[in-house]
C-alpha cells in the first residue's frame, strides 16, 4: 500500500514555505506530514496531504515544479529504540531508507511515520513479513 508524496522546491527566501502553506490551506488542503530539507539557495519540501490529486492541480497552477512520489506510510513502535523495527528488516535486506518523517496523526497508540526508500515494492514485502504495519490511503483521512 502505497500513498503520495508530493515534494516541491522552493526558493530558500524568507516566506515561501508560508506562501505554500496558505496557498494549499486557502484551498483546503490539509498537510498531514511535511519534511523540509535546505541547501544554501533552495529547500525541497517533501509532503503528505489529505487530498494529492487537488493538491498536484492547485501547485501547478500555481507554477510550482511539482513531484509525486508513492511512499510507504508505517506504524512504529513508540518508545525508545521502536524505530529498530521498521528500520532493521529494511538493513537486513540491503534496502536504503532514503529519507524518513513523522505523520501527523496517529491510528492507535504507535507512530506513523513516511518512509522514502530505494527499493519500494521490496520494502513495502519485507515489512510485511515482519508484522509491521503499513498504512495506505486510509491515511488521507485521518
Not at 506513523?112 to 498504512?135: F, M, Q, S, Y
Amino acid at each position: 500500500m502505497f500513498i503520495k508524496q508530493i515534494s516541491v522546491v522552493l526558493k530558500n527566501v524568507p516566506g515561501m514555505l508560508c506562501d505554500l502553506s496558505e496557498l494549499l490551506g486557502k484551498e483546503g488542503v490539509n498537510i498531514r506530514a511535511i519534511s523540509v530539507a535546505d541547501t544554501s539557495e533552495v529547500s525541497t519540501v517533501r509532503f503528505v496531504v489529505d487530498d494529492p490529486p487537488k493538491a498536484v492541480n492547485i501547485l501547478k497552477g500555481h507554477e510550482f515544479s511539482v513531484y509525486e512520489t508513492d511512499v510507504l506510510a508505517v506504524e512504529t513502535p513508540d518508545h525508545p529504540g521502536g524505530l529498530t523495527a521498521v528500520v532493521r528488516p529494511l538493513k537486513e535486506a540491503n534496502i536504503n531508507v532514503l529519507y524518513l518523517y513523522p505523520f501527523l496523526g496517529r491510528i492507535s497508540d504507535q507512530a506513523i511515520v513516511i518512509l522514502g526508500v530505494d527499493k519500494i515494492e521490496d520494502a513495502e514485502r519485507v515489512l510485511t513479513r515482519n508484522w509491521v504495519h503499513t498504512v495506505g490511503k486510509e491515511l488521507y483521512n485521518l
